[in-house]
């Protein structure tokens, strides 16, 4: 784990605060009483995928295949619960403890109540966003009290925007991408000294959000029955756009299981800024346009031209390797989802499922397993596809996308 500063420690910090905002959570959010305020998502097996997987596609997949379910996490309905609640939620601490609002052993209740929100109404959050970001930071900072402006890209879904708006949202639309989105969103906070900008590019507080989701995945393992260790590797498949929530959660993986797991980050072809970062070791100097490629994909979440240069730069030797994948296979591989298993996930979460679609099938992933040993080990092997969202889609987009789904597939 050399060249990053963060430790274990402060993924455990974080979740310690994850865990003291829990009855706040709880409050705001009835939806998250059974899990005590806690916004978690379970993981389940997927066997009938793999089975469409090996008999369609002849991925020769070995091992089980698991799907981490964050497209049901509560109140935002995407992995980005994690990362922009986490930092909302810690800038709300410190609002609240500057103010001297908060007593020594008090219950983080308190933060439902209306002196609270009165406060909050003072000071203003920004955010860029293609969507789930932006949905995530606007519900929770609504939620608080805060004034929320949600800077949004030309990819953003028009559902996304409604649903912001609904809750409260200002939601700010700009004809260019996540990019110019990000500009606006950070220019506009610096011009008032009450607003707080959510910088998803280089925002160390959501890198640990995500992060402590390694954690309670770790548990989630153990009481499945799932061991990680020499003899069962873990193979690990993320979709990346600019790479914070996979970032975050392949650095708390690696602080719990080393070399024991491998993480994979999936991009759609015409927006892979992550990998075009890396294997040219320029990371936010360097944009997919500047290759020729339009960095316009259907997967809205996965709709960045640039890196993150903190992600990129932190994880870079973490990292296993990348697929990249076209906007097609993201519509076939929801519907055989939903087919198989009756899960619905949106397109962007299904380019994960490259990874294990190809990494007992492929020449340069089967060269990465020799190297690294692991030939003799796929039989024990666990594949965890990381579901980035899907539950708040609106019934109407869902059959939108199955007819696509339907008109594409081979």
Not at 210 to 236: C, I, M, T
Not at 395 to 410: F, I, L, N, Q
Request: proline share 3%; net charge negative; glycine share 10%.
């Amino acid at each position: 784990m050399r060249k990053i500063d963060l430790t274990m420690e402060d993924v455990r910090d974080a979740e310690a605060r994850l865990e003291r905002f829990a009855p706040f959570i709880r409050r705001a959010f009835p939806e998250t009483e059974k899990d005590g305020g806690l916004i978690e998502s379970p993981v389940r097996e997927i066997s009938g995928m793999k089975e469409e997987m090996n008999s369609r596609q002849a991925a020769g997949l070995r091992g089980r295949l698991l799907l981490k379910m964050d497209s049901d996490l509560a109140v935002a309905g995407s992995v980005k619960a994690r990362g922009g609640i986490y930092e909302i939620l810690k800038h709300a601490e410190e609002l609240a403890i500057r103010e001297g609002m908060l007593e020594e052993g008090q219950s983080y209740e308190v933060f439902a109540r209306e002196p609270f929100r009165e406060f909050f109404s003072q000071y203003a959050v920004h955010v860029g966003s293609t969507g789930n970001l932006g949905l995530s930071i606007g519900i929770i900072s609504a939620a608080l009290g805060f004034r929320v402006y949600v800077h949004m890209s030309q990819d953003a879904k028009q559902w996304k925007k409604d649903l912001l708006r609904s809750k409260g949202v200002q939601v700010i639309e700009y004809a260019g991408d996540y990019g110019a989105a990000v500009k606006k969103g950070r220019e506009e906070a610096m011009r008032d000294p009450a607003s707080y900008f959510v910088d998803d590019e280089n925002s160390v507080s959501l890198f640990l959000g995500y992060a402590v989701s390694a954690l309670r995945l770790q548990r989630q393992l153990e009481a499945a029955g799932v061991k990680v260790d020499g003899e069962h590797p873990l193979f690990v498949y993320i979709p990346c756009g600019v790479g914070g929530a996979p970032g975050g959660i392949t650095f708390g993986l690696k602080l719990i299981y080393g070399d024991h797991v491998h993480a994979f980050y999936a991009e759609p072809v015409q927006a892979c800024c992550m990998i075009l970062g890396m294997t040219t070791g320029l990371h936010n100097e360097i944009c997919v346009q500047d290759i020729g490629l339009s960095g316009m994909t259907e997967a809205d979440g996965l709709a960045v031209g640039r890196p993150s240069k903190f992600v990129g730069k932190t994880v870079e030797h973490l990292l296993s390797g990348e697929v990249t994948v076209q906007d097609d296979r993201l519509y076939v591989y929801m519907k055989e989802l939903l087919d198989r298993e009756g899960i619905f996930i949106e397109p962007s979460s299904c380019a994960a499922f490259a990874g294990p679609a190809r990494i007992e099938k492929e020449e340069v992933c089967r060269a990465y397993l020799k190297e690294q040993g692991l030939e003799e080990r796929m039989e024990q092997a666990a594949h965890l596809v990381w579901a980035t969202g899907g539950s708040l889609v609106p019934a109407d987009v869902r059959a939108e996308y199955v007819k696509k789904a339907e008109e594409k597939r081979p």
